[in-house]
């Protein structure tokens, strides 16, 4: 059940153009965030989709990947510089060596089973101007609460539920996490996306409206992900949002049940 098939890396190169048309897309937001001739490493690198969305997107960067899954580092390790197939923990002395400016980790904590002892570990080869960018899906998403309200937390190939992820966060976990590995949030983004435009099937369920609007007044709750950017230095965290934030919630969850009685 929680092994990812190896067709699921497989990847249409077409597919680039619409991920930097999305500004909620986690790999768009970091693409955006990388300036031209930073020193990158991608670790948890999949099939090189960064590596290849960044080659589109920039006019230079220096990006090194490394993937445990062995079909995966088949696709991926032409995109990069340097590639090693296995986990990070067994090259964080090549990554102290390196000194990189950026380590990448998009939707890569998730599936450790312990995040904290690995970014603890990492926090120990950071240089001083190192950033680490993480996306990490938000396990509070407005949807998957009421998902979980109505006795429903199933697993998926793709999405929040991702079927080999092995932890889950909030915001406050992300930050606690944070802290405790001796880091302090740069820039804090907010990737949203409508609840109703999702994974989930909000309309088999028969929600109390007053119920759905409670939720969706907790602004975190229309937030799909998370994408931080963390150092050893210590300083004001910026924060923004991109993405499309759920709109008109009743009028719209109503007229999925009494079509055209509310306008």
Known sequence: MFNRASQTYDCDPSSLAGMLGDEANPLTRISRLLPDGAKVLDIGAGNGLLAQ????????LTIDGIEP??????????????????????????IRAEEYDFIVLADVIEHMIDPLAFMKELASVLTEKTRVVMS??????GALRISLLNGDFDYVDSGLLEKTHLRFFTLKTLE??????????????FLQRDIFSCEFDLEKYHTNPL?????LSDEL????????????????????????????????YLNSKLPGCFK
């Open 176 to 189: 606690e996490m944070t802290r405790r590995s001796g880091l302090f949030i740069d820039q804090l983004f």
């Open 53 to 60: 969305l960044l080659s589109v997107d920039h006019a230079s």
């Open 221 to 252: 709750s229309s937030v799909y992900q998370f994408l931080l950017v963390v150092s050893k230095q210590e300083g004001v965290t910026e924060r923004r949002s991109f993405g499309v934030k759920t709109r008109q919630p009743l009028i719209r």
């Open 69 to 94: 899954d062995p079909y995966a580092a088949g696709l991926a390790g032409k995109f990069y510089r340097k590639f090693h197939t296995g986990y990070a923990g067994e090259f964080m002395e090549q």
């Open 211 to 215: 119920l759905l609007s409670s939720i």
């Open 136 to 141: 990490v899906p938000n396990v509070a998403f």
